[in-house]
C-alpha cells in the first residue's frame, strides 16, 4: 500500500517540498565540510557556528563544581558529569526551540563571539573566534578565575552521506583545574541528523568519547541513537575507571542526555542482563529538562565590534526571520565579497590574517600525553594546525571585548 503524496516529509511545508526533495537528492554524493553545503532556505539558522562554543557552559555552577573537591576519583566523576550535561544544549537545544535543527551560518575569518555568565559560579567569560576559514575551524577558551577553571580547545566538521548526513567532529577540548594543577582532554563525539526523509531534522550522537585525565582517570562514553539498553533516543552509557584498568570501574553514569541520567557506584548497568541486576548505589542524579540554564551576556550591539557575531550577521538574520530570501542573499555576499577581498590584499602583501585571541601551535602539547591512554591522535592537518588561547593577544585585545565583555 502506497502512502500518498501528502504523507511525505510531515515536518515540511507544501511550498518548500520541492526543494527539500532536491537537498535530499543533493547530499546523497556530498562529502565535505559543512559549510559548503547548500541548504534550503527554509532551514537556515539565525545564528553562527561561532556561537555554539557558548554551549559549553550554560550551567556554571556545573563547570565550576570540580575545583571544589578534594577527592581525584570524584573530581574526575564531576568533570565527566559536567560533560554530559553540556550535550543537551549542544545537540538538542536549538531543533526543541525550532522544531527543527537549522544549518548555522558559515562564520568568516576573524568572526568573534565574546560574552560572559553571572551567576553564584562568580563571572565565567568567554571568547569564541573563527581561526581558519579553508578549513573552517572554531577555536574557543571560556575560564572563571574565581575558582580557576578553564576550557580551551577547537573544531571543525567533516560531513558525508550514507543513508543520513554524517559529521565527524575533528578537534578537541582541554579543561584546566589550576587549583589542582590538572588537565583534562575531552574528544568531540561523532554524530549524524535523523529525521531527514521527513523534514524535521534533529542531532543524535554515535560511537564514544573520551575524558582522559593527567591525574589518572579515564571516562568513556558509549553513545546509541536507539538505545541497546533503554529502546530510547538520546542514550548513553558512560564509565570511569583508572587508566589501563577499564574493566576496575569506579563509577557508571547512564541514561539520556536530552532527559536524565543516573550516577551509581561501580561497573553495571541498572538494567537488568539475562535476569540478573548489576547497578551499584546511586548516588546522584541529574535532570536535564529541568535544570535551568544562565543566560549568557553580550554588550550592547553598538558597543560590539565589527567582527562580532551579533554585530555582522545582523541584517542577514534579520532577512531570515522575516523569510526575504532576496536580502538575505545579497547582505551575505556583502559579507563573502568583503572577506574575499581582504583575503586577496593579504596574499598580495604576503601576510595572512593575525588571530585575536589564539595561536597556531605545531605540536599538541599536553594533549600528545593525555591522547595516549585512550589511543587519541591529533589531526592538525585538516585544522589548519592546533590552537591555543593567547594570554598576551588577549591582554593586546582587550579593548575589543567592550563593555559587559572585559578579561
Known amino acids: 500500500m502506497s502512502s500518498s503524496s501528502k504523507d511525505d516529509c510531515p515536518g515540511v511545508a507544501p511550498q518548500n517540498k520541492g526543494s527539500w526533495t532536491a537537498f535530499l537528492k543533493s547530499i546523497a554524493s556530498f562529502n565535505g565540510d559543512l559549510s559548503s553545503m547548500t541548504a534550503p532556505p527554509f532551514i537556515l539558522g539565525t545564528i553562527s557556528l561561532t556561537e555554539f562554543s557558548a554551549y559549553w557552559t550554560e550551567h556554571p555552577s556545573i563547570f565550576v563544581a570540580p575545583a571544589s573537591e578534594q577527592d581525584p576519583a570524584k573530581r574526575a566523576l564531576l568533570v565527566l558529569k559536567w560533560f554530559l550535561s553540556t550535550l543537551k544544549q549542544s545537540y538538542s537545544s536549538r531543533s526543541e526551540k525550532l522544531g527543527s535543527e537549522k544549518k548555522p551560518l558559515n562564520p568568516f575569518l576573524g568572526e568573534m563571539f565574546l560574552g560572559r555568565w553571572e551567576d553564584e559560579a562568580g563571572t565565567t567569560q568567554l571568547v569564541s573566534e573563527q581561526v581558519s576559514h579553508h578549513p573552517p575551524v572554531t577555536a574557543y577558551c571560556i575560564w572563571n578565575d574565581k575558582h580557576g577553571v578553564k576550557l580551551e580547545g577547537y573544531n571543525a566538521q567533516k560531513a558525508s552521506f550514507s543513508r543520513t548526513i554524517h559529521v565527524k567532529q575533528i578537534g578537541h577540548a582541554l579543561l584546566t583545574l589550576s587549583h589542582f594543577n590538572e588537565t583534562y582532554l575531552i574528544t568531540l563525539p561523532a554524530l549524524h541528523i535523523e529525521g531527514l526523509i521527513y523534514g524535521s531534522p534533529f542531532v543524535e550522537l554515535n560511537k564514544c568519547t573520551y575524558i582522559s585525565s593527567s591525574s589518572g582517570f579515564v571516562g568513556k562514553i558509549d553513545y546509541s541513537g536507539k538505545g541497546w539498553l533503554s529502546g530510547k533516543k538520546n542514550s548513553f552509557i558512560a564509565t570511569l575507571y583508572p587508566a589501563g584498568k577499564e574493566k576496575d570501574v569506579l563509577y557508571t553514569i547512564e541514561g539520556q542526555w536530552t532527559e536524565s541520567f543516573t550516577i551509581r557506584e561501580g561497573g553495571g548497568s541498572s538494567k537488568k542482563h539475562f535476569g540478573n541486576s548489576s547497578g551499584g548505589e546511586v548516588i546522584d542524579t541529574y535532570n536535564a529538562?529541568?535544570?535551568?540554564?544562565?543566560?549568557?551576556?553580550?554588550?550592547?550591539?553598538?558597543?560590539?565590534?565589527?567582527?562580532?557575531?551579533?554585530?555582522?550577521?545582523?541584517?542577514?538574520?534579520?532577512?531570515?526571520?522575516?523569510?526575504?530570501?532576496?536580502?538575505?542573499?545579497?547582505?551575505?555576499?556583502?559579507?563573502?565579497?568583503?572577506?574575499?577581498?581582504?583575503?586577496?590584499?593579504?596574499?598580495?602583501?604576503?601576510?595572512?590574517?593575525?588571530?585575536?585571541?589564539?595561536?597556531?601551535?605545531?605540536?599538541?602539547?599536553?594533549?600528545?600525553?593525555?591522547?595516549?591512554?585512550?589511543?587519541?591522535r591529533i589531526e592538525s592537518d585538516k585544522t589548519g594546525g592546533v590552537w591555543r588561547f593567547d594570554g598576551e593577544k588577549a591582554a593586546a585585545a582587550k579593548p575589543l571585548l567592550q563593555q559587559g565583555n572585559e578579561l
Not at 531570515?320 to 555576499?333: A, C, P, Q
Open 289 to 376: 529538562r529541568t535544570s535551568k540554564t544562565t543566560p549568557l551576556t553580550l554588550a550592547p550591539l553598538d558597543q560590539q565590534d565589527d567582527y562580532e557575531s551579533h554585530k555582522a550577521w545582523k541584517r542577514v538574520a534579520e532577512a531570515i526571520i522575516r523569510g526575504d530570501l532576496d536580502t538575505t542573499s545579497v547582505e551575505k555576499s556583502k559579507i563573502e565579497n568583503a572577506q574575499r577581498e581582504l583575503r586577496r590584499k593579504e596574499q598580495s602583501e604576503g601576510r595572512e590574517w593575525e588571530r585575536r585571541f589564539f595561536t597556531r601551535m605545531q605540536s599538541g602539547g599536553v594533549f600528545d600525553t593525555l591522547a595516549k591512554p585512550i589511543g587519541e
